[in-house]
């Protein structure tokens, strides 16, 4: 059958000894409504020495559409990837993890996608599992992504589906060997190469899975040279082919905010082991990389820090770093209950504590750059507003519909959930709150929770809160009411103490 007809996609999977994670990747490519003389799966095993060889023998072995390819191990992920590309038969390429997992019919939905628009790239929407992934690229599907170089530029993982011609053509292939941010080089070349990217957001595609033994090859400790070296190759990659020069700098600053100046910042920074590493690694990758013009158009913390950079004041940096851990502005649930089919929660937001700057800036003159712009850091922004939604572990979420309402520098407001949408199912779903202009991860404190479970529809509802003092909501299919009660009843007794 296969002889006849053309393979539409190929999954290409670099394998090193995951263990049991590999399992549910399985499950979701046998599970594609794609049909299966459609699409094929290279799993290229790195050396794994833990049994997954036979496993993939025995998977490829029930479905003829795997395929396995060993090599020796190289231990990192480049040489598997490329060694897929090159055995690869469909049209289209796209590379999964051997720990995460895909929608059914995410193969279908992006082949489909690809085909109807012309797409080089489509950026599929993707999840995190217990880690970030993404959020601002998904808010819509975008035919030509490359009209807010931005907002490509904040999905740079390789998980992905490329048109294999045209990864041919141009000889877009991943490093090689020991090394860190081969999918940055490998992503970025085919952004800037490519005749149209796409990012489709009107499902889920892909989840990323954080595994709970600390295997994600993403969790390796970092060496801090080598890692500012492997982002200078995607700066240059950028350098190279992007002629247009306001283009060009909005793709570089993510090299620059994220992997850079992010890193130097707050708790991030006071929180890394090899600190002077990474600061005299970070600070040489930026003083070789960005001229002061560029830093000069970034936000005023960032900006700071880049100016410290470039005057070699990477103890200054350490002292801002630590001043600015001390601002925690809080968003506080002051109250939640489930009233008829709603999910109502009261919402309350302060400013952070602020202090003097530290004596070392101080000292720096006063025209310093971004320096009279911190006095007010620890406030809320004018324009801040709450926004809140439910997210179940898998990643999927529900937004909720937020009011706002500022008063002497403190926010309060409601989100509120409609649960007789039938867009929650059963499952634990977590509140999750952001301030506009603030991280989404700013902290919940624990909130006066007193709410029996209710039916609404084919669901038991209930609230708890869990052992970090974060709302959660409950709902299961009934018949599972014991749980329910159970979880609604420690909640009550955390609340007590």
């Given at each position: 059958?296969?002889?006849n007809?053309a ?5 290409v999977?670099?394998?090193?000894d ?5 399992t549910?990747l399985?499950?979701?490519?046998r599970?594609q409504?794609l049909d ?21 023998d025995?998977?490829a ?10 090599t ?12 897929g590309?090159?055995?690869?038969r469909?049209?289209?390429v796209?590379l ?5 997992r ?7 939905r ?5 085909d109807?628009?012309?797409?080089d790239?489509v950026?599929?929407?993707?999840v995190?599992?217990?880690?970030p ?7 819509r ?5 490359q ?5 490509l ?9 490329y048109?294999?011609?045209f990864l ?21 070349t085919?952004?800037v190469r ?9 499902s889920i ?25 492997n ?13 247009d020069e306001?283009?060009r700098?909005?793709?570089?600053s993510?090299?620059?905010?994220t992997?850079?100046l ?32 560029e ?19 990477e103890a200054?940096?350490?002292a ?13 649930v ?6 008829g ?19 070392a ?76 202009g603030?991280s ?6 624990r909130?006066?929770v007193?709410?029996p479970?209710?039916s ?17 909501l409950?709902a ?7 749980a329910?009660?159970?979880?609604a009843?420690?909640?009550l ?5």
């Amino acid at each position: 059958m296969r002889k006849n007809r053309a393979v539409r996609v190929s999954v290409v999977v670099p394998v090193h000894d995951p263990g049991r994670w590999i399992t549910d990747l399985l499950d979701s490519l046998r599970a594609q409504t794609l049909d299966p003389a459609d699409f094929e799966v290279v799993f290229v095993d790195d050396g794994s020495t833990d049994g997954t060889p036979d496993l993939l023998d025995a998977a490829a072995a029930e479905s003829p559409h795997f395929r396995v390819i060993r090599t020796p191990a190289s231990g990192w992920p480049g040489r598997p990837r490329n060694l897929g590309i090159d055995a690869a038969r469909g049209d289209y390429v796209f590379l999964a993890d051997h720990d995460d997992r895909l929608a059914p019919d995410a193969l279908e939905r992006l082949v489909d996608f690809a085909d109807e628009r012309g797409s080089d790239v489509v950026i599929g929407r993707i999840v995190g599992v217990d880690r970030p992934a993404p959020t601002r690229i998904f808010a819509r599907t975008l035919v030509d992504a490359q009209e807010d170089p931005g907002l490509l530029m904040t999905s740079l993982t390789p998980q992905k589906l490329y048109r294999r011609a045209f990864l041919n053509e141009h000889g877009i292939r991943f490093p090689e060997g020991p090394r860190r941010l081969e999918d940055h080089v490998f992503v970025t070349t085919a952004y800037v190469r490519a005749r149209r990217v796409s990012v489709y957001a009107d499902s889920i595609v892909y989840w990323f899975v954080l595994r709970d033994d600390g295997g994600n090859a993403s969790r390796r400790p970092i060496e801090w040279a080598g890692y500012y070296a492997n982002a200078a190759e995607s700066v240059a990659v950028v350098d190279a082919e992007v002629p247009d020069e306001e283009r060009r700098v909005v793709m570089r600053s993510r090299w620059l905010r994220t992997e850079a100046l992010s890193r130097l910042r707050g708790r991030r920074l006071l929180g890394t082991g090899d600190r002077d590493g990474l600061l005299a690694a970070a600070g040489a990758f930026v003083r070789a990389r960005y001229p002061t013009a560029e830093i000069d158009r970034l936000p005023a913390p960032d900006r700071l820090v880049g100016r410290l950079l470039l005057e070699g004041r990477e103890a200054d940096v350490v002292a801002f770093a630590e001043w600015e851990a001390a601002l925690t502005p809080v968003v506080a649930v002051t109250d939640a209950e489930i009233a008829g089919d709603r999910l109502r929660v009261s919402l309350r937001a302060e400013p952070g504590w602020s202090a003097p700057l530290p004596d070392a800036l101080q000292a720096l003159p006063p025209d310093f750059p971004a320096l009279a712009e911190l006095e007010h850091l620890g406030d809320l922004p004018a324009d801040a507003a709450l926004e809140a939604d439910l997210r179940r572990g898998d990643g999927v979420l529900v937004r909720a519909t937020t009011t706002t309402e500022a008063a002497d520098g403190v926010l309060t407001g409601t989100a509120a959930v409609d649960l007789a949408s039938g867009a929650l199912d059963g499952g634990a779903w977590r509140l999750r709150t952001a301030l506009t202009g603030r991280s989404p991860a700013a902290p919940l404190v624990r909130a006066p929770v007193a709410a029996p479970p209710v039916s609404i529809g084919p669901l038991r509802v209930a609230l708890a809160v869990d052992a970090k003092g974060r709302l959660l909501l409950r709902a299961e299919r009934r018949g599972a009411i014991p749980a329910a009660r159970r979880l609604a009843g420690r909640a009550l007794r955390r609340l007590r103490r």
